[in-house]
Every structure is written in structure tokens, then in C-alpha cells.
């Protein structure tokens, strides 16, 4: 699936995961690929992606939003 991580002055990560694992104000969740549409809020946490070519990325955020559809991911984080 295709992810885009962004703040607002740049581009953290573009490109072809097979999971993220975010930091719901909920709790943790994960996404993979043909997940369901999903609209959520994140909280302070750490943000993890595992990469088409299995190489693992994690980031720090503080807080963000997260929308998901069609195996296209879009996530604003501060």
C-alpha cells in the first residue's frame, strides 16, 4: 500500500509499506494492506512502518490524524 507521512513544513516517508502501526488516541493499531477505511486521531507515540522491502522506520510524533482508503494512506503528524 501506498503511505505518505507529512508535517507541516515537510515529508517524513513516501512510498510502499506493507504495515504502519500508529498511535491511536485510543490505542495502538495497525494497518495493512486492504484495510477498511479508516479516519482516526493519533496521540503522542511512536509511528512504525515495516517497508516493501522490510526495512523497519519508526518516528517520533506528538499527535496527528491519519486517513486511510483504497490502500492509500495519509498521515499528518506535528
Do not use: C, W
Request: net charge neutral.
Amino acid at each position: 500500500m501506498k503511505i505518505k507521512i507529512t508535517k507541516p513544513d515537510a515529508t517524513l516517508y513516501e512510498g510502499e509499506v506493507k504495515l504502519a502501526q500508529l498511535p491511536g488516541t485510543g490505542g495502538l493499531f495497525e494497518i495493512l494492506n486492504n484495510h477498511a477505511p479508516i479516519i482516526s486521531s493519533l496521540t503522542k507515540g511512536t509511528l512504525r512502518i515495516v517497508t516493501d522491502t522490510d526495512e523497519e522506520k519508526t518516528f517520533d510524533i506528538r499527535g496527528g490524524v491519519v486517513k486511510g482508503q483504497q490502500n492509500n494512506i495519509l498521515i499528518l503528524v506535528q
